[in-house]
């Protein structure tokens, strides 16, 4: 295989992006865009003028190896199946599915295809967040005892899943990437503000392995853009924060220390020393993470390189997505 031949599915929010970054990879030849908005196939021609649109499916009318699927959520399970079925690698954009039933049986179909199937949990290949879990390894904040991950905006509200489904599989995969486990406990509350039975905001708490803890913050109507991944250790934290171009990621010298009481006898009246030193933010590579995540892909495609984001991956953040929606219904 000289180039991957692939077809890109939605140019809707995420699209554009991904088009770019499949052309720019000389590992991939995208060939075609497949829209089934029509008021948006001027836009595709301009943006890329050489490459074909299509309305549906059954309008390619030649073979390709790769698709990279970037429609609603609740679309996912049943364009995979049938590009699974004509034996096309996949990259799912996030959520894999909706239900881990279905998440379940096209893992099966491409694995009995031996078919390539990844999940587009774009943060696991930001330089941050790989930063962050160097500086977690190293034992320089100490043991890890809690992660609070937030994505909160007003907007952009969706029709097809609630706020958790659109914006938590970014949390979620984060935090199981940053502890290396996945949580024993899901739990989740939610409101329902502006359509029954849609949340818009939640508040998801996990207990992980290793007495470690995991709170998800996510909200459509929140008047502050944020984007924050808050790490306590037991000698230090750290705070990323996408929403700022430099120095998103700072480490503090800040907790308890746990040994040294201040006053009293030990027990209920007694003080710890606060520890409040210096901080710093750390030197971090300079990467596009969805440019990564591409090149992950191909890496897979063509070398059999197993990226962290497979389809074992993608099913275990739909196990939690589904234990938390569970939990709130």
Do not use: C, Q
């Given at each position: 295989?000289?180039?991957?031949?692939?077809?890109?599915?939605?140019?809707?929010?995420?699209?554009?992006?991904?088009?770019?970054?499949?052309?720019?990879?000389?590992?991939?030849?995208?060939?075609?865009?497949?829209?089934?908005?029509q008021e948006l196939h001027e836009k595709i021609n301009n943006d890329y003028p050489d490459i074909k649109v299509f309305s549906n499916l059954n309008e390619v009318d030649s073979p390709y190896d790769a698709a990279v699927i970037a429609t609603p959520a609740t679309s996912h399970y049943e364009i995979a199946k049938q590009l699974i079925e004509q034996g096309v690698h996949l990259l799912i954009e996030k959520p894999l599915a909706t239900s881990v039933a279905d998440s379940e049986e096209i893992i099966e179909m491409a694995r009995n295809k031996n078919l390539k199937l990844m999940v587009g949990h774009t943060y696991l290949y930001h330089p941050a967040i790989k930063k962050i879990k160097q500086i977690i390894n190293s034992g320089e904040i100490g043991d890890l005892l809690t992660i609070h991950s937030e994505r909160l905006n007003l907007g952009q509200i969706r029709q097809d899943i609630n706020v958790m489904w659109n914006l938590a599989p970014h949390d979620f995969s984060i935090l199981c990437y940053l502890t290396e486990n996945y949580p024993i406990t899901v739990n989740a509350l939610g409101n329902d503000f502006i359509k029954k039975n849609m949340h818009d905001i939640i508040y998801v708490h996990m207990e992980f392995p290793n007495n470690i803890t995991g709170f998800v913050h996510n909200s459509w109507l929140h008047p502050l853009k944020s984007r924050k991944v808050i790490v306590v250790g037991s000698k230090g934290m750290i705070v990323f924060d996408d929403t700022i171009m430099d120095n998103q990621v700072v480490v503090y010298e800040k907790?308890?220390?746990?040994?040294?009481i201040t006053k009293g006898e030990k027990g209920k009246n007694?003080?710890?020393?606060?520890?409040?030193?210096?901080?710093?933010?750390?030197?971090?590579?300079?990467?596009e993470p969805l440019a990564e995540e591409i090149k992950a892909f191909s890496n897979w495609i063509l070398n059999d390189k197993v990226p962290i984001t497979d389809s074992v991956n993608g099913l275990e953040i739909v196990k939690i997505l589904e234990k938390a929606q569970e939990s709130i219904s």
């Open positions: 295989m000289s180039k991957i031949k692939t077809l890109l599915i939605g140019y809707g929010y995420w699209g554009p992006n991904l088009a770019r970054n499949l052309t720019e990879n000389s590992d991939f030849d995208l060939f075609g865009v497949l829209e089934v908005d907790g308890v220390d746990w040994d040294k007694s003080r710890f020393e606060i520890i409040d030193g210096n901080h710093y933010s750390p030197d971090i590579e300079k990467a």
